[in-house]
């Protein structure tokens, strides 16, 4: 049995805008805690992840366009991160 938290109602409010679909960032700044999360996605569960960092807030299988907007939200927190761990570029400055 899944417990309802004060945060489901963020959490329900983002995914249908999504698609059913939230990347753990977004889930945690809406007041989800990663180990809640964790606990949804294990198998049997509600959710489950299709690629690192995305969940599916559902059960049952993705549709073809669910699929497609996992790998978009998956590349946008896989540039994040990566934006975050490397130095900002050298600029070139005009003469």
Do not use: F
Request: with cysteine; glycine share 6%.
């Amino acid at each position: 049995m899944i417990r309802t938290t004060a945060a489901d109602a963020a959490i329900e409010r983002l995914s249908a805008t999504q698609m059913r679909l939230a990347t753990a960032r977004q889930l945690r700044a809406a007041g989800l805690s990663s180990s809640t999360t964790a606990r949804r996605c294990r198998p049997g569960g509600p959710w489950q992840r299709p690629l690192p960092g995305v969940v599916l807030i559902q059960t049952g299988e993705p549709t073809a366009r669910q699929r497609l907007l996992a790998a978009v939200l998956y590349g946008d927190t896989r540039a994040e991160r990566e934006a975050q761990e490397s130095p900002p570029a050298p600029r070139d400055l005009p003469p």
